[in-house]
């Protein structure tokens, strides 16, 4: 009777992966591949009352009256907001339920410093938002699966995760996690650091999505022989009048100085941890950069010269933790090994 109870669950259910992000979640659904990809925004009134979640509350940020806030739930890769990272969770997840007669079941890829408080937190929003069972994964290790490392055998893997909030890099080996470091310099900080130049340099204050922007089109390591430029607009701190400039992607490199510092820290701290066995294995393979972060140009090439190892970029360095979720559940052996703490 079980088994039957199984099978219909199976063909009526859903398996859904949720890759909960400082600046955007996105989801998987097993064997239906990437249903959305949501920013970590959620516009409340108030009243706390919810008015707008993902895509359009982020395009209500720094645009709205006085009586509405936009929130993002996440900070630092952890959650800093519960009751307003359970909204998000839940509406993705009935977003994904539909009219579906069962519940599905929900794996979530969480930071490696979230607290028993935080963990819990993620549990019951996904409860509230209609799961019936409830997995959670650290990012690190779903990425090296969605990477297509050889995370089971018994050979050393690197991956390191560049985020909106965090730096987070992990030696994995035999299904589990041997040495893992984190830094708190990442894709925001390169944000705030283009605000920064620009206020010092033009005098021109820019808000957070314009910064956005200039870091994925002129946002790179080492200057260029092929000059790119755009316009900016923004406000003239002199005049308080709008204002128009153009900048190269030549001058935004010099921004990134100290978070280059910091994803450097976190990687030679991680490799100084590492066992000799694993030490070779990486050398033999290199270290694998994945997370929004590490579509920076160029910087795999600044990765391998500093520490002399070379640097792969992951073939969907955004979307590879929701493709390790996606690996678990259409395998056996995989499902067996890490779906065994379910809440």
Known sequence: MSLIIDGILKNFSLDVGIDLGTS???VIVCDRGIRFREPSYVAVDQDNKIIAVGSEAKLMSGRVPKNIRVIRPLKDGIINNFEIAKELIGFLIYRLRNQ???????MIGIHSDATPVEKRAVIEACRLGGARSVYLIEQSLAAALGSNLPVLEAHGSMIVDIGGGTIEAAVISLGGIVIQNTGKMAGDEMDEAIINFVKKKYNLLVGNRSAEEIKIYLGQVYPAEEVKKMIIKGRDLNSGLPKMLEISNNEI????????????RVIKFTLEATPPELITDIVNSGIVLTGGGGLLKDLDRYIAKETGVKCILSRDPLLNVVWGMDLIFKSKKLTKIFLNNEF
């Open 253 to 264: 490199c010099e921004v990134f100085e100290d978070i280059l510092k910091e994803i450097l």
């Open 24 to 26: 955007n979640t996105p």
């Open 100 to 106: 579906k007669l069962f519940k599905p079941r929900v």
